[in-house]
């Protein structure tokens, strides 16, 4: 089975809003990288509203 996880980092500064799309297989094993690029999303403007969307992802309950 493909573990791979893809995420996209859209910043719209005219909302203040982050927005991080997950796609592909989220894991017990790799969903501390999602966490990392949403800690590394929201630090980029202070204040910044952080939306993480998993619409595209597989997620296991165990993650």
Known sequence: ????????????FDQDCARVE????????????LYVVARRASS????????LDLTRAKVEPAA
Do not use: C, F, S
């Open 44 to 51: 980029l403007v202070p204040g910044i509203a952080l939306v």
């Open 1 to 12: 089975m493909n573990h791979k996880l893809r995420a996209l980092v859209r910043v719209d």
């Open 22 to 33: 997950a796609r592909g297989h989220v894991t017990a094993g790799n969903v501390q990288v």
